[in-house]
């Protein structure tokens, strides 16, 4: 159901950079700011990059956002053990006058 | 600081109705967008709608039109949801969230969670 796709998994080593893709459309992703949140194991989701490349206070630098079009993307730099979680971008959709979410990445650090 | 703080789980049989409250303190209650979003188990995240509490208007996702209502009471600085008709694929945590100034705002702090699950 979703309207922005993520691929299911993503991996690295520590140390190592990891990128996330979101797919959407010119209704969302092109139109719109992306925002993208990590969620741990049982916990709610935490913004962890708004307006496309911005952080919030806090999150640290080694996390970054960008978007081209209709496509958005999340970088993890120098993998962390406590980066193994899962990964949702979101916007607003104009013909859906709503947000919507990514499916999700789920990251581990092997 | 923002927090947003949620009712607590609740076990529901099917056709009943559920209501979830916010409990939002640490910044201007009628300065922003509040947010349902539902996440059924081992899924991803499902937003519901927004009431923007400075008026009490709402939109809601078409998904959920006819079966939830979103109120708040600004006196108390509550947000509440309510969901009618329920199945068991209505079973997930349900969250409240802040949004921006204005609809389409980034959502950015999140309440804890409320279990909801629909079993006869």
């Known amino acids: 159901q979703s309207v922005l796709t993520q691929p299911p998994s993503a991996s690295g080593t520590p140390g190592q950079r990891v990128t996330i893709s979101c797919s959407g459309s010119s209704s969302n992703i092109r139109s719109n700011y992306v925002c993208w949140y990590q969620q741990l194991p049982g916990t709610a989701p935490k913004l962890l990059i708004y307006r496309n490349n911005e952080r919030p206070s806090g999150v640290p630098d080694r996390f970054s956002g960008s978007k081209s079009g209709t496509s958005a993307s999340l970088a993890i730099s120098g993998l962390r053990s406590e980066d193994e979680a899962d990964y949702y971008c979101?916007?607003?959709?104009?013909?859906?006058?709503?947000?919507?979410f990514g499916t999700g990445t789920k990251v581990t650090v092997l | 600081q923002v927090q947003l703080v949620q009712s607590g789980a609740e076990v529901k049989k099917p056709g009943a109705s559920v209501n979830v409250s916010c409990k939002a303190s640490?910044?201007?209650?009628?300065?922003?967008?509040l947010h349902w979003v539902r996440q059924a188990p081992g899924q991803g995240l499902e937003w519901m709608g927004w009431i923007r509490p400075e008026t009490g208007g709402t939109n809601y996702a078409q998904t959920f039109q006819g079966r939830v209502t979103m109120t708040r009471d600004t006196a108390i600085t509550k947000a509440y949801m309510e969901l009618s008709s329920l199945t068991s694929d209505d079973t997930a945590v349900y969250y409240c969230?802040?949004?921006?100034?204005?609809?389409?705002?980034?959502?950015?702090?999140w309440g804890q969670g409320t279990l909801v699950t629909v079993s006869s």
């Open positions: 969230a802040r949004g921006g100034s204005t609809n389409y705002g980034p959502i950015d702090f």
């Open positions: 640490g910044y201007t209650f009628t300065g922003y967008y």
């Open positions: 979101a916007t607003w959709d104009d013909s859906l006058s709503g947000h919507v």
